[in-house]
């Protein structure tokens, strides 16, 4: 027997709503055949809210009974609900894995090989797209970042800056270009960055967030952030010393 879900959502001209049109989806995918009523207009969103005491759309209903909302019917149905209070590693890693893949294809495909170039492109791209990351929102990253960098607390010019100075690093150091000037940057920022995040995580035993993804993220000041730093000092000192090896 084919079970029926009744699904209330908006369709609007300039506004599809994309949790009903997931919750759609869910449904289908699930087995359901729905019921896909369409909210069309503001007044009609309105009086369907009032109507059932709810405050959001879309909403579901199975066998007579309103199940909720995107995030109730994933509940419903077994699916994995995210808790935006968790923390996650997730988006940093994110970055390392994108960063390591181009770094090898790129490796492979230009240079026949995996080298010690394919490290340098790694920890360039990550400080590139970690930079970029930050660089969405400034503001947001520079109030996360002055509550454990010890420079960036005393002076929060820097806290501004900093997103802008280790892009600068990365796209230099990606392609060997202004040594001089790179890796004083790379070896400053990430000196300064290694100490506040040792200081604020394993001295003063601090949880608290941190910035390296951005000002929005949930991944927590620990030993990824350390491990950031640190690969930038050890980029800064393997680019002084390279020439000379």
């Not at 994933?74 to 923390?87: A, M």
């Not at 340098?120 to 797209?129: D, L, N």
């Not at 930079?131 to 420079?151: N, R």
Request: proline share 4%.
């Amino acid at each position: 027997m084919t079970k029926t879900a009744e699904l209330h959502r908006m369709v609007m001209d300039k506004h599809v709503c994309p949790y009903g049109t997931k919750s759609k989806w869910l449904l289908e995918n699930a087995g359901y055949k729905v019921e896909d009523h369409h909210l069309t207009t503001r007044e009609q969103t309105d009086a369907f809210k009032d109507e059932h005491g709810v405050k959001t759309t879309p909403q579901t209903f199975i066998d007579g009974e309103r199940i909720g909302g995107y995030e109730e019917l994933r509940k419903y149905l077994g699916k994995s609900v995210k808790d935006p209070d968790k923390t996650s590693y997730r988006p940093v890693l994110a970055v390392f894995a994108v960063a390591a893949a181009l770094a090898v294809t790129l490796s492979i495909g230009l240079l026949d090989g995996l080298t010690i170039r394919t490290i340098e492109w790694f920890v360039a791209f990550s400080m590139g797209m970690l930079a970029m990351l930050k660089l969405q929102d400034v503001e947001q990253f520079s109030t996360m970042f002055v509550g454990y960098d010890q420079l960036g607390r005393r002076f929060v010019p820097y806290a501004y800056a900093y997103p802008y100075l280790e892009a600068t690093a990365a796209v230099l150091m990606a392609g060997r270009i202004l040594p001089w000037l790179s890796i004083p940057i790379a070896l400053f920022i990430g000196t300064v960055g290694a100490v506040s995040v040792f200081y604020a995580v394993y001295v003063q035993k601090r949880d608290i967030k941190c910035a390296c993804v951005g000002g929005g993220s949930n991944v927590p000041l620990g030993f990824v952030s350390l491990t950031e730093n640190l690969a930038m000092i050890a980029m800064g000192i393997w680019m002084l010393l390279g020439p000379a090896l």
